[in-house]
């Protein structure tokens, strides 16, 4: 089946520097992506819309310039989270849809130090 | 007020019990979702459903569009049903966005 592989799965990094996190659709392709974040028992939160070829839809309240989202191609989307805080420390998960389910990538448990 | 509320928060059951999760929603969906989240994280999409019902093994989801709700069941649950159990809608055809219900967390003792 549908597979969305998400990279890396465990991060910790220090704070002031930046992160990526690859997002990449297996076997379908993925014009639009779609990146959520998670606090501890808490329902994840969108973040942004990742659009192949043109600019990221980034929800209400969300740093455009501290979360950078590029969708190079049909299977990859990537969320780089530059000069990372504390605060940034988090599970931050990607989906894309191979109707009529949303595939959900492994996430990603970064911890700014 | 988060617009897709799920009931109960936290559910507790022994081995072989029947299950239901509640998920209710505030406006009219073109679909919903039940995802199943596990300790580590990741996510598996269970049902899409716009209406009707639908059966995957021991699981089964229900909607009711006029009563703006839905249900998942687990039939005769095991301790590897234990997880977060969430609830997600979109509210247009146009997209993919997904609104997320506050989760219910799911324990299945032997």
């Known amino acids: 089946g549908a597979v969305v592989s998400q990279h890396p799965s465990r991060v910790i990094c220090k704070s002031g520097t930046s992160v990526k996190i690859e997002c990449r659709s297996l076997?379908?392709?993925?014009?639009?992506m779609f990146w959520y974040r998670q606090f501890p028992k808490k329902s994840l939160m969108l973040m942004a819309t990742s659009n192949e070829g043109s600019k990221a839809t980034y929800e209400q309240g969300v740093e455009k310039d501290k979360f950078l989202i590029n969708h190079a191609s049909l299977t990859l989307s990537t969320l780089t989270v530059t000069s990372a805080h504390p605060e940034d420390s988090s599970f931050y998960i990607c989906?894309?849809?191979?109707?009529?389910?949303?595939?959900f990538g492994q996430g990603t448990r970064l911890t700014v130090v | 007020k988060n617009e897709v509320e799920q009931s109960p928060q936290n559910l507790t059951a022994q081995e072989g019990e029947f299950i239901t999760i509640n998920c209710s929603y505030s406006?009219?969906?073109?679909?919903l979702h039940w995802l199943q989240q596990h300790p580590g994280g990741g996510i598996v999409s269970l049902f899409m459903l716009s209406s009707g019902k639908k059966k995957h093994g021991r699981l089964i989801a229900t909607i009711n569009i006029q009563e703006k709700h839905s249900s998942l069941h687990i039939t005769a649950s095991h301790p590897r049903d234990s997880a977060v159990y969430i609830c997600a809608v979109t509210f247009s055809l146009n997209t993919d966005k997904l609104i997320f219900g506050t989760g219910t967390r799911l324990q299945v003792f032997p």
């Open positions: 989906s894309a849809r191979d109707y009529p389910k949303q595939i």
């Open positions: 076997d379908f392709q993925a014009t639009t």
């Open positions: 406006v009219g969906i073109s679909a």
